[in-house]
């Protein structure tokens, strides 16, 4: 190829599974946050107050894309927007700490109060992200805005405590259905807004579908299924989409490869090589140990790095969520692997 | 052995509560031992539970199932049992490290050892290092057992031991450490006494540490 692409052509045409020079390194935001406490504390734009505003959301974003390297930006910083819309009670956290459930507002899928659609575009934070996503892809019309969502299982399990929930999953097997399905409506809504403000791409994360958790019978029942609906719908507005699975994977790989997401985003103790050769089909993105950012030297993470673009990694990306108190320096060790070795 | 604890048996592992119950009441009825059919029946169809868990033949919605009927036997036959019957239970508390609401693991850990004759004292989620620490005393436990699932919180896992230290107590209890991204490695890193990749392997970690060699 004899002219560079930008970040954003590298990136879209890699989940087209087209020709690219050299494999796009990012960080999608949501549960792989990268609004680490030393850059907020260098630029003053900070968390808890940067997930309720949409200047500071913006601000902050263009930050850690700016600091960091990674080429996109990315947002929101937490994964408890599509909950709160739907009920759920959420602590916001501190500078160091993300948000959370603060107590998720259902005992059973049986009780569940199901709202209208259209409760997103009414949401003050799904507002504030969504303006938020416009202001990024105005910023740098070369860089992708990917906007992030919490998974349909990560939702559900937000809303319905999570140990009834998951016995419900088999117990109340067409209430759960019902549930999921409504929750899995509503994120489609959310995500179109993102799309139609000018996000490029959908990251999902759904950290409550593990094989681990669900067994490859209800990871196929439930997380493929519905994250398959969300996806399909997704790729009739003409976008694409990352999709994150946590855990080992061994007991579901078959199940994986049903997935219609455009890359397949692992932990770190996955085996992206070995996936490659048994999914052939599958775009790989990962999977920087993020105990080695936060722990490591910038060496060793370079080190590292060199490692997956050896593997022939599509998309290289940290393996999970960031801890706030990675340092700076590591990350940059990080991007600059992948950057500076291509000029 | 009576062919009904057999049968209790069976019933947990079949996820089976009806016929839990009715079983239950049966063993009353013909006046067999309560304990030993909590013992025999219930608890042993929990241990075959945890170990087609560990054998990835069943996950996390089975296992709590298994639970919730084995449960009802247990309230069934409670009232029934002789005085005598009871084993002194060993102590732990048990809870999620501060910033991460992530409960599933730390809830499986709690109830497998509940139905390995331990007391369980639940702090629930996103508890701060000192109050593992402050409950530990209140409540004389011999572990306190940290569970997290998110790499955010790993920090406040090591204060916990820190914070031990510091107070003079490290060797008072025992702190066991699990979760998705804890590893042998960190807990050694930490200083904790021990690591559990799973629930199973905890109730055997926890037996070990109070001296009930199984």
């Keep these: ?343 | 052995m009576s062919e009904l604890f057999q049968k209790l048996s069976d019933a947990v592992v079949d996820m089976d509560e009806d016929l839990v119950e009715e079983l239950a009441y049966r063993v009353i009825e013909e006046q067999e031992d309560a304990f030993e059919a909590i013992d025999k029946g219930l608890t042993k169809g929990m241990d075959r539970a945890g170990k087609l868990f560990e054998e990835q033949e069943y996950f996390v919605p089975e296992l709590l199932m298994c639970a919730d009927a084995m449960n009802i036997g247990v309230e069934i036959l409670k009232p029934h049992i002789k005085v005598n019957g009871l084993r002194e239970k060993h102590k732990v508390v048990i809870g999620v490290i501060e910033g991460d609401t992530h409960d599933i693991g730390k809830n499986l850990v709690k109830l497998m050892l509940e139905t390995s004759n331990f007391e369980v004292i639940d702090l629930g989620r996103d508890v701060p290092p000192q109050t593992f620490i402050d409950r530990a005393i209140e409540e004389e436990v011999e572990i306190i057992m940290i569970s997290s699932l998110m790499t955010t919180t790993m920090d406040a896992m090591a204060d916990v031991v820190t914070n031990l230290r510091e107070q003079g107590m490290k060797d008072r209890f025992k702190v066991v450490v699990g979760g998705g991204p804890i590893s042998q490695g960190f807990a050694d890193k930490i200083g904790a006494d021990g690591y559990s990749k799973d629930a199973a392997n905890a109730v055997r970690l926890c037996q070990k540490i109070v001296g009930e060699v199984v």
């Design chain 1, 1 to 343: 190829m004899t002219t560079l692409l930008s970040p954003k052509d590298r990136l879209l045409r890699t989940l087209a599974k087209q020709s690219v020079d050299r494999p796009p390194v990012i960080c999608p935001g949501g549960m792989m946050n990268s609004a680490v406490v030393e850059i907020m504390k260098e630029t003053g734009h900070t968390l808890p107050s940067a997930h309720l505003s949409w200047e500071l959301m913006t601000a902050l974003a263009a930050d850690v894309q700016n600091y960091t390297s990674f080429e996109n930006f990315g947002i929101p910083f937490c994964m408890t927007i599509e909950a709160e819309v739907l009920g759920s009670e959420i602590n916001y956290g501190s500078l160091e700490c993300e948000p959370k459930i603060q107590k998720e507002i259902f005992n059973s899928v049986k009780e569940v109060n199901f709202l209208p659609q259209g409760a997103m575009s009414k949401n003050h934070r799904v507002a504030a992200v969504v303006q938020s996503i416009y202001n990024l892809s105005k910023i740098n019309s070369d860089i992708p805005v990917i906007g992030s969502l919490t998974g349909p299982l990560s939702t559900a399990a937000s809303l319905v405590d999570p140990m009834q929930f998951l016995k419900g999953l088999r117990r109340e097997a067409e209430a759960s259905h019902r549930f999921m399905d409504y929750v899995c409506d509503h994120l489609i809504e959310y995500a179109k807004l993102m799309k139609d403000n000018g996000a490029s791409v959908i990251s999902i994360a759904d950290p409550t579908a593990t094989g681990e958790i669900l067994g490859p019978k209800m990871f196929e029942e439930y997380a493929v299924t519905y994250l398959n609906k969300l996806i399909d719908r997704l790729h009739e507005m003409k976008i694409p989409v990352i999709v994150h699975i946590c855990g080992r994977m061994e007991a579901v790989k078959p199940q994986i490869a049903m997935l219609h997401g455009d890359a397949l985003s692992v932990d770190a103790f996955v085996s992206l090589k070995n996936l490659k050769s048994e999914i052939s089909s599958v775009t790989t993105m990962g999977n920087l140990s993020t105990y080695l950012l936060e722990f490591g030297t910038p060496d060793k993470v370079y080190l590292q790095t060199e490692r997956l673009l050896a593997d022939r990694i599509d998309i290289i990306a940290p393996a999970c969520g960031l801890s706030t108190s990675t340092p700076l320096d590591n990350i940059k060790a990080f991007t600059k692997a992948i950057i500076e070795r291509h000029g």
